[in-house]
């Protein structure tokens, strides 16, 4: 099952349409989560959005990289919820899942004004969206968002660019997995 262009429409309609826009992913964010968050908020900054990525954990020395020019706030150590307040889209990558949601999970589930999008690649999934972005094909993540980012024509800096590229090569063990 892939994501259509219409579907990638809608939502971008849905996210283009909010304030202020909360980017976040699984905990325990690996390469695939982290470039996603990355290159989500380097897209919609350039579109002139007002964007609040978080992370659940921090992100693995490994991934430096792609956190040191500018640090994603840790949830609970860097940003609480109440900062998030006034969110009225949240975009969550690479997960569907409560679960791995957890320290953010009630907040998303009781924000009710804000519009939720979910993209992922992973079979395991909650209804946690009002749009669900989901190929169980796809290697990673980032591929999709890299798709959705096509078919919008929205531009692509360099961060964002090797944040997809970082993503995608980690999830796929570096080109060893299909």
């Keep these: 099952m892939s994501v259509t262009p219409d579907q990638y429409n809608t939502a971008a309609d849905k996210l283009l349409a909010a304030n202020r826009i909360l980017l976040t992913s699984h905990i325990r964010p690996d390469g695939d989560a982290i470039g996603c968050v990355v290159a989500m908020r380097q897209t919609l900054r350039t579109l002139g959005k007002n964007v609040q990525p978080i992370l659940l954990d921090p992100a693995p ?3 430096d990289l792609l956190v040191e020019p500018e640090p994603i706030p840790v949830l609970g150590r860097d940003i609480t919820t109440a900062d998030l ?13 409560n679960a791995r949601l957890e320290p953010i999970a009630p907040f998303i589930r009781e924000h009710v004004g804000a519009t939720k999008i979910a993209l992922d690649h992973h079979a395991t999934r909650d209804p946690i969206a009002d749009i669900t972005l989901v190929d169980e094909h796809a290697a990673a993540a980032t591929l999709l968002v890299w798709s959705w980012i096509q078919t919008m024509n929205w531009p692509l800096d360099d961060q964002a660019a090797t944040a997809l590229f970082v993503g995608m090569a980690t999830d796929c063990g570096w080109f060893r997995f299909a």
Aim: proline share 6%; hydrophobic share 45%; charged share 25%.
């Design 61 to 63: 020395p490994r991934y």
């Design 85 to 97: 307040a006034d969110v009225d889209a949240i975009l969550i990558l690479d997960t569907c899942s």
